[in-house]
C-alpha cells in the first residue's frame, strides 16, 4: 500500500522540487512491506533514511551497489550490506519507492525522515568510478562542473568523503568532512573540479587503485 496516499499514515508530509530531483519526506514506520509516493516524476538513484525516534543507524540505497536490496550506513565505515529488509528487492519508479520491514526503515508507530535524490542531467550524477592508485588520476565524467562530492568506498570498509567549492573555490579542493566521525575539517589533497566532472589528485585517498568508490 502507498502510505503517502492511502491515508493510513497521517504523519506523512512531503516537499518536492521535482527539477532539482529533491524529496523531502517524514512518515510514521508500519512495520510492514510498503512503498512511498516520492513526488520526482522519475526513479529516484539515492534514497537516505533516519529515525527520528530511535537511535537506528542513517540507511543508504544506492544505484552502485552490487544489489538493487544493498544498502550502507552513513555513520559507519562498513561495505554495502546485502539484505532486503531495508528496500526490498524492487526498484524504484517514477513513482514510488519500496522500504522493507526493517526497524531502521520502518518500525511500526516510529517516526522517518527520507532524503531522496533523483539524477537531473547537467545538475546531479549518481554513480561510482574505479581508482588507478595514480597521483595524476582518474578523471571521472559527470557532465557539469560539481559543486559538492560524496564519495564511499563499495569495494570495502572505507570513510565516506565531502568536497565542496565553498570551502575549496579553487583547485585543488583539500578540505573534507568525513560524515561517519565526528573530526573537524581535516586536509587531504584529493580532487580537481573540472568543467565535466573531477579529476583525483591523490594516488591513495578516494583513489586506491583497482578500489571501486
Same mark, same amino acid.
Given at each position: 500500500? *502507498?502510505?503517502?496516499?492511502?491515508?493510513?499514515?497521517? @504523519?506523512?508530509?512531503?516537499?518536492?522540487?521535482?527539477?532539482?530531483?529533491?524529496?523531502? +519526506?517524514?512518515?510514521? @514506520?508500519? @512495520?510492514? &512491506?510498503?512503498? +512511498?509516493?516520492?513526488?520526482?516524476?522519475?526513479?529516484?538513484?539515492?534514497?537516505?533514511?533516519?529515525?527520528?525516534?530511535?537511535?537506528?543507524?542513517?540507511?543508504?540505497?544506492?544505484?552502485?551497489?552490487?544489489?538493487?536490496?544493498? !544498502?550502507?550506513?552513513?555513520?559507519?565505515?562498513?561495505?554495502?550490506?546485502?539484505?532486503?529488509?531495508?528496500?526490498?528487492?524492487? /526498484?524504484?519508479?517514477?513513482?514510488?519507492?519500496?522500504?522493507?520491514?526493517? *526497524?531502521? &526503515?520502518?518500525? /511500526?508507530?516510529? %517516526? !522517518?525522515?527520507?532524503?531522496?535524490?533523483?539524477?537531473?542531467?547537467? $545538475?546531479?550524477?549518481?554513480?561510482?568510478?574505479?581508482?588507478?592508485?595514480?597521483?595524476?588520476?582518474?578523471?571521472?565524467?559527470?557532465? !557539469?562542473?560539481?559543486? +559538492?562530492?560524496? #564519495? =564511499? =568506498?563499495? %569495494? /570495502? #570498509?572505507?570513510?565516506?568523503?565531502? $568536497?565542496?567549492?565553498?570551502?575549496?573555490? !579553487?583547485?585543488?579542493?583539500?578540505?573534507?568532512?568525513?560524515?561517519?566521525?565526528?573530526?573537524?575539517?581535516?586536509?587531504?589533497?584529493?580532487?580537481?573540479?573540472?568543467?565535466?566532472?573531477?579529476?583525483?589528485?591523490?594516488? @591513495?585517498?578516494?583513489?586506491?587503485?583497482?578500489?571501486?568508490?
Amino acid at each position: 500500500t *502507498d502510505v503517502a496516499e492511502s491515508g493510513n499514515n497521517p @504523519g506523512f508530509k512531503r516537499q518536492t522540487n521535482a527539477a532539482a530531483g529533491f524529496s523531502i +519526506m517524514l512518515y510514521v @514506520g508500519t @512495520g510492514g &512491506v510498503g512503498t +512511498m509516493a516520492h513526488g520526482l516524476n522519475s526513479a529516484p538513484s539515492v534514497i537516505i533514511v533516519k529515525s527520528g525516534s530511535t537511535t537506528a543507524n542513517w540507511i543508504v540505497k544506492h544505484p552502485s551497489t552490487t544489489n538493487n536490496y544493498d !544498502f550502507l550506513y552513513l555513520n559507519t565505515t562498513g561495505a554495502p550490506i546485502a539484505n532486503d529488509g531495508a528496500w526490498t528487492q524492487t /526498484d524504484p519508479t517514477s513513482t514510488v519507492f519500496s522500504v522493507g520491514a526493517a *526497524d531502521a &526503515v520502518n518500525q /511500526d508507530t516510529k %517516526s !522517518f525522515i527520507a532524503y531522496v535524490f533523483a539524477e537531473v542531467q547537467g $545538475y546531479s550524477k549518481f554513480a561510482s568510478y574505479i581508482g588507478n592508485g595514480n597521483a595524476n588520476g582518474r578523471m571521472v565524467a559527470t557532465g !557539469f562542473k560539481p559543486a +559538492m562530492i560524496i #564519495t =564511499k =568506498k563499495i %569495494s /570495502d #570498509t572505507g570513510n565516506w568523503t565531502i $568536497y565542496d567549492n565553498k570551502r575549496d573555490p !579553487f583547485n585543488v579542493a583539500d578540505t573534507v568532512l568525513l560524515p561517519n566521525a565526528t573530526n573537524a575539517d581535516q586536509t587531504v589533497i584529493n580532487f580537481d573540479f573540472v568543467s565535466n566532472g573531477f579529476k583525483c589528485r591523490n594516488s @591513495g585517498s578516494e583513489n586506491e587503485n583497482g578500489t571501486t568508490y
